[in-house]
């Protein structure tokens, strides 16, 4: 686990020293420095979890170092607590107003020098948990569970955001499993999953960084291709196509193969982007009807499967 850093600024040797005989563990690193300038450079260069900021220092004082520390997005999140002589009420409530999270003032009582410093560290690990926490949730919302494709959603506002900001055309390509139903009656629900982790990785490989892959619901992929020709957009689906069939699953001491079907579009602007969806899902509807393991541009249709 990495070492917690604690950025002590001071101008008095004596009082760094102090506060490193009782705050020192082998779990905790205390980093000195005398003055605000030092300290500004310090906690950009180190991303302390904490600082314990004298006031009344040679140069910019703690008052303008703590301004300085919480106006810069580097800094502005790690607490400073103030070392303060002057314990007067108005000093103390100046250092809140300049955003630090406590005050200790001297000479230091060890015993609450420790416990203010881990309440705030204590405060800083539940953040940092809770921003993690967040993280994960915002991926969750956006993300299918099994193959950690995007999910519909976060498709469509993705390619509302390429329809409108941009003028470069746009293919919506979609795919379905074939008897996706009878692999899951055959071989169990183990090696449906399987195949849709396999399909989505396989697909991964293939597309570009900027093309949109998403689960668009049971066994079915929408992707869209943006800034690319039509000639190119059918190589590709095709491609992905013949990648899915040459690929063994191996499930439960099963073996077998799979294909797809895949429903090619340009998109059309001048309509909605439902209707766009039903025109490709119409395209799909076609290569299903028409025998599967294909792929179908639907207008011009041009059938394909070479
Ligand atoms: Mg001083």
Request: one cysteine or more.
């Amino acid at each position: 686990m990495e070492k917690d850093t604690i950025l002590v600024v001071d101008d008095s040797d004596i009082i760094c020293s102090i506060v490193k005989g009782i705050l020192e563990t082998p779990s905790l690193h205390i980093y000195i420095v005398h003055s605000g300038e030092e300290g500004i450079i310090a906690a950009k260069k180190l991303h302390p979890t904490l600082i314990l900021l004298d006031i009344i220092m040679n140069g910019i004082d703690g008052y303008e170092t703590c301004q300085i520390l919480k106006s810069s997005d580097e800094t502005k999140d790690i607490p400073v607590i103030f070392i303060t002589g002057n314990n007067d009420s108005d000093s103390v409530l100046k250092g809140f107003e300049v955003g630090a999270a406590d005050y200790v003032s001297k000479p230091f009582i060890p015993e609450e020098l420790k416990a203010r410093v881990k309440v705030h560290m204590q405060n800083i690990k539940i953040q940092r948990e809770l921003q993690f926490l967040m993280k994960e949730l915002k991926e969750m919302a956006v993300t299918d569970y099994l193959t950690k494709l995007y999910n519909r959603r976060y498709f469509a506002d993705q390619l509302q955001v390429y329809v409108t900001q941009y003028m470069l055309p746009i293919f919506l390509l979609l795919f379905d499993i074939d008897n996706f139903k009878k692999i899951n009656d055959s071989y169990g629900h183990n090696a449906g999953d399987m195949v849709l982790v396999t399909v989505s990785n396989i697909f991964k490989l293939l597309l570009r960084e900027e093309d949109i892959l998403s689960r668009w619901g049971g066994e079915e992929f929408m992707i869209c291709l943006p800034n690319i020709s039509e000639e190119e957009t059918i190589d590709l689906a095709n491609k992905l196509r013949k990648e899915v069939s040459k690929y063994t699953f191996n499930c439960d001491n099963n073996t077998f193969q799979c294909t797809i079907t895949g429903g090619i579009i340009k998109y059309d602007r001048s309509i909605s982007a439902e209707k766009n969806y039903s025109n490709v899902d119409q395209a799909l509807y076609l290569g299903k009807s028409s025998g599967k393991n294909r792929c179908i541009y639907n207008d011009p249709i041009l059938e394909s499967t070479n």
